[in-house]
């Protein structure tokens, strides 16, 4: 019975992902007709992926699957029927702000938890200095493959710039110092921090508060922590309702860009977001594969996990909609509670890995489209200076572009290209944010195995 089980159970699955590759290349190939103006042919083509691939949910439900389908969805939508598409943000901002809503309080109580709960006041500082030391060393790689990447592709040569565009471009901003950065990381009042949602500063007051909690006496310490506890494990239930949202939101948020640009924004820059994306799966396969491998992390293990906060980040473009899932995958996958809560949050604003392979790109990107040749000592300067100028500015709006400008002027460069980039930088926003919370995610699986937490696979 057992066997016959099994094998009905293969059989299914095999089925199921029959449909899903069906399905997606049908879809793929139903938008490519549509370009190619065969626009009927497209269209028929594009429904009947859509419709495998809702078998494909039923027969295999999960929040991936079904976030899945509902960015294919949203594509459609926005193709067909722009003008409804183009007004269909409310189901992602609601979901943006119940996100936001549960964030600082769930990191305030499982940070403290973790460091008086559990006593690991001593390993804060160890965990600190592993922390920073990977999303030095990871970042850094993820510049370098991006300004190889750009010089193999040449995707800036011949763009012509349009002259509307000269002397338009924002003024650029200042890298921060780092006096400035470190100044940042402690609020000056934790109210604010909270109402502005600065992750790493209501992280760096937890951290505080439960370094001084664990110093108390254990009977006066231990009712506090009980009460954090069970907040904590409030906030983790509510994430799992709110999360039920997250199809909806994510097929909303495609539709509104599709709908908004439309696909053939695509085609004047299509070699720019293509050059990305396969700089993309060659920071995976160069860097985050090797880096999972050398800690002996469960490859399988992780991949199952993190997939569905990526698929979050991506259709959403918001990290922050991915963190509570992916704080709760994470200790799910073995890493401790404490951990997740310190890791995630820090490297929202200095393990930015798909921002480094972008900004990379986009600086050697305007030096092509401007007609300038880049020495191998100015693009050594550009990867120095962004590996300054992209620490500690997370919480800041369009916070890539200010990175970009403030980079353009530091090595002389012109700023008019950068306005090229916005024309496509949300179908690249779409894998820059995935990438930083698989690569957040990925920060938290390695130390966590350094410290011993995740069995070898």
Not at 99 to 108: E, K, Y
Not at 231 to 236: I, K, N
């Amino acid at each position: 019975m057992t066997t016959s089980t099994t094998t009905h159970t293969r059989s299914t699955d095999r089925i199921a992902q029959a449909f899903a590759v069906a399905g997606a290349l049908l879809v793929a190939a139903g938008i490519a007709l549509s370009l190619g103006h065969l626009l009927a042919a497209g269209e028929t083509l594009r429904w009947i992926g859509i419709a495998c691939l809702l078998i494909f949910s039923i027969r295999k439900p999960s929040l991936m699957t079904w976030t899945f389908f509902a960015m294919v969805a949203g594509v459609e939508l926005g193709i067909d029927a722009p003008h409804i598409a183009a007004q269909a943000r409310l189901p992602g901002d609601l979901f943006l702000r119940l996100v936001r809503m549960i964030v600082a309080p769930l990191l305030f109580a499982t940070i403290t938890t973790g460091i008086a709960g559990h006593n690991e006041l001593r390993s804060v500082g160890r965990v600190a200095i592993k922390a920073l030391i990977l999303f030095e060393v990871v970042t850094t790689l993820g510049l370098m493959i991006g300004v190889v990447a750009m010089n193999l592709s040449g995707a800036g040569w011949g763009i012509s710039i349009p002259e509307a565009l000269g002397g338009t471009a924002p003024a650029a901003q200042a890298p921060q110092t780092w006096q400035q950065i470190v100044l940042n990381l402690f609020p000056d009042n934790i109210a604010q921090a909270v109402a502005q949602n600065q992750i790493l500063q209501v992280a760096i007051f937890s951290i505080l508060f439960g370094a001084a909690l664990a110093m108390l006496p254990d009977e006066k310490r231990a009712p506090l922590v009980r009460v954090l506890q069970s907040l904590a494990d409030v906030m983790f239930q509510l994430t799992r309702f709110i999360m039920y949202l997250a199809p909806l939101a994510a097929g909303a948020a495609i539709a509104y860009t599709v709908g908004n640009t439309g696909l053939a924004t695509l085609l004047p820059l299509a070699k720019l977001v293509g050059t990305y994306y396969i700089a993309l799966a060659a920071f995976v396969l160069l860097v985050m594969v090797p880096v999972l491998a050398l800690f002996r992390v469960p490859l399988r293990g992780f991949l199952s996990a993190v997939g569905e906060p990526a698929a979050i980040g991506f259709a959403t473009t918001t990290s922050e909609a991915a963190l509570p899932l992916a704080m709760e995958r994470m200790e799910e996958f073995g890493v401790p509670r404490w951990i997740v809560s310190f890791v995630i949050p820090t490297g929202y604003s200095f393990n930015m890995t798909g921002g480094s392979v972008y900004l990379s790109m986009a600086a050697v990107f305007v030096a092509q489209a401007a007609g300038i040749h880049l020495t191998f000592g100015r693009e050594l300067a550009v990867v120095l200076v962004l590996m300054a100028a992209s620490k500690g500015i997370a919480g800041v709006p369009r916070a890539s572009l200010v990175v970009l400008l403030a980079t353009a002027s530091a090595v002389h460069l012109p700023t008019a290209p950068i306005l090229l980039i916005l024309g496509v930088d949300t179908l690249m926003d779409m894998g820059r944010t995935m990438m930083n919370v698989v690569g957040n995610c990925m920060a938290a699986a390695v130390i966590g195995r350094t410290e011993g937490a995740i069995p070898v696979s």
